[in-house]
């Protein structure tokens, strides 16, 4: 039975700054972020944008191709959740209008979270292939300003509709996954930005691929030389640049620049100009991966690589299906990131420290363009809107 990835969609903000803007501003070489950590853009969202109308955006052209009554679960991922107790995917719910007959949950472990929720929904749509789950993975990243966090922001969120004989990807039974209990990157309740032990969180992230890759490799038999393209979570693009050679070495495969580029490039593509969307991360790689590799990769092996500050990772693989270029929704896309407008630093502090209140009772003025956006706040209360 193949169960996977029927149709995917991502979306982002409407707003970016540019990391020359940055670093113009921090009067820091701007190749520190160009080649140093191998980043372009960051996608900022304005004050009334949030997961909920991300995931909205995100989740909208997928709904334009399947009754809304056939929905039977939202697994919503996130590490930016808009309420301690009411799951983001009932607000989603809500502003999309779907049928009662239909169970949400939020799944939250850092940018873990997105990997867990579609590996539920394959294993839903096994034990009863009658489900059609919408497995959403949104995040925005926020760290204290003049941190070295914050030129690794951004904000994204990717829909997936989780079904039996998907159009896409078939992913494979058996993945490999590590566990350990670290402080690198955490977000206590009260804090609207994370905080970073930045250089221990790469070397934590490498070593779990590392314990993750020989998992898989016991679970499936499968190797290095079976897989085709690899998609990596992306915090910052050098990142999956670190992560693919130090599997390379530690398989013992000598790559070659040709290799590297192939395997890995175009999956970097959307990262490079979006930042760190977290939980979404890994998916707008592998969306970036489908908009942007050259070749038909119909019958290819495609792998994820899912980490999660904190930590939780897991390798697993997927088989392209035969025509999933004809379901794929590049320039939906390609539009959303081209038309972003640009701000200069101090319109994005303004946007970056109106989004760090959580008032009681707010109406937002109307900057977010998207088909979605929070209206506003009262009695604590969150209200969205279909504009
Ligand atoms: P930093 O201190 O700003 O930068 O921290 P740096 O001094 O380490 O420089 C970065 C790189 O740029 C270095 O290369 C420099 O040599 C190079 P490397 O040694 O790494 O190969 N460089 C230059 N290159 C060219 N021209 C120049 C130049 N100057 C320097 N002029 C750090 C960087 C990534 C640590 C920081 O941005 C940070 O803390 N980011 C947030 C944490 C993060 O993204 N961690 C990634 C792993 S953890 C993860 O992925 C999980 C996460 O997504 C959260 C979750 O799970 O929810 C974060």
Redesign the pocket.
Known sequence: MKVGIDLIHFATADYYLGLDTFAAEKQI?V??YT???GQEKMSIAPPDEDVVSLAAKAAAPILEQISREEISAILFAT?TGVDQSKSAGAFLHGLLGLSNRCRVVEFKH???AGAAALQMATTMVRANPNENILVIAADI?K?DIDT??E??QGCGAVAMLVTENPRIIAIEPGSGYYTNDVM??WRPNHRTT?L?D??Y??K??LNSLKHAWEHFTEQTKRNFNDIDYFCY?I??T??AE?AHKTLAKKVGVKLTQADFEKQTLPSQAYNRIIG?S?SA?LFVGFISLLDNVRDNIEGKRVSFFS????CVAEFFTGIMQTGYQSVLMTQQQQDNISQRKPLSYAAYLDFYHQADVNPDNIIYQKTNKGPYRLVGIEDYKRYYEKV
Request: hydrophobic fraction near 30%; proline fraction near 3%.
């Open positions: 070489d190749e520190k080649i140093g950590i590490e850092a940018c873990y990243a760290y070295s966090g030129a690794t690198d990157f994370a970073v930045g250089k969180s790469t934590v992230y979570h915090p910052f050098k990142m670190k760190n977290y991360s980490y999660g500050s904190g």
